[in-house]
Nanobody, 114 residues
Framework: QVQLVESGGGLVQAGGSLKLSCAAS???????MGWYRQAPGNEREMVAV???????TYADSVKGRFTISRDNAKNTVYLQMNSLKPEDTAVYYC?????????WGKGTLVTVSS
């Protein structure tokens, strides 16, 4: 069982930055991690994924602006978000896949004002 707690969301002006954190209850050594988001009226979409190997994948809409990273010693995954746009407004969810089992956090709201 893995429990995930997101933090770092909030209100920011367009062009600003935020850093999200996802703290896991256990070791992340065998866990692929990701950030997803869901805007009102939209389906949940992948934002960024970081594998156990460190390989990263980003949605086209955030490439060059967002960076996912992990600190296995702290059981924490981060999402650095720069040059934020109003269309980045959404609830951001942390995701973990460990030994084929998927876990989700409760989400943190990011609001970008124009």
């Amino acid at each position: 069982q893995v429990q995930l707690v997101e933090s770092g969301g909030g209100l920011v002006q367009a062009g600003g930055s935020l850093k999200l954190s996802c703290a896991a209850s256990g070791s992340l050594l065998s866990t692929n991690m990701g950030w997803y988001r869901q805007a009102p009226g939209n389906e949940r979409e992948m934002v960024a994924v970081i594998l156990v190997s460190g390989t990263t994948t980003y949605a086209d809409s955030v490439k060059g602006r967002f960076t996912i990273s992990r600190d296995n010693a702290k059981n924490t995954v981060y999402l650095q978000m720069n040059s934020l746009k109003p269309e980045d407004t959404a609830v951001y969810y942390c995701n973990a896949v460990k030994w084929g089992v998927e876990y989700w956090g409760k989400g943190t709201l990011v609001t970008v004002s124009s």
